[in-house]
């Protein structure tokens, strides 16, 4: 079975190489992020630093709530625990990094589209956010704040190569 991605024809990773993968910057002109959640995926990329996450609804356990949501978003829904989850780990592929991070340790800015790590180390980014009835898509990016992203999200297309 071959997933083919539109509009270029390449590969969907899985496992920690694709992680690697996630973030990449091309000769230092642009910086390109992607993500995919059941048959979605999405792709950045954008002059300054950019991460993009999509997170398809669902309920987190115990321990991922202990390690991703401070005390006031553990009785979030899961639209917006989805939310929150997307936004923190976009900011984290922005810079460069990626799980294991402890995610409450990033602080939401909803009200002005912000994102800043409590630890300190990593610099503030703006955010977007993006939903469906399936999923959400967020989007951190350094720069401009009047930016107003594109975004493109498809489902994977899966055909049977056999």
């Not at 990329?45 to 005390?71: E, K, M, N, S």
């Amino acid at each position: 079975m071959t997933r083919r991605l539109r509009p270029a024809a390449s590969r969907c990773g899985r496992g920690p190489a694709a992680s690697r993968l996630a973030n990449i910057r091309c000769g230092g002109a642009r910086c390109v992020s992607l993500s995919h959640s059941q048959s979605w995926y999405a792709g950045a990329t954008g002059d300054g630093a950019v991460g993009i996450d999509l997170q398809h609804y669902r309920p987190f356990g115990v321990a991922a709530h202990r390690q991703a949501f401070t005390v006031g978003e553990r009785g979030l829904g899961p639209v917006q625990s989805c939310a929150a989850w997307a936004i923190r780990e976009a900011f984290l592929k922005s810079h460069g990094r990626g799980l294991p991070y402890r995610l409450s340790d990033i602080h939401i800015d909803w009200r002005n589209q912000q994102v800043v790590s409590a630890a300190g180390g990593l610099t503030r980014r703006r955010f977007w956010l993006w939903y469906s009835l399936e999923w959400v898509c967020a989007l951190c990016y350094s720069g401009d704040a009047s930016l107003t992203p594109w975004v493109e999200i498809l489902p994977l297309e899966v055909r049977d190569d056999a």
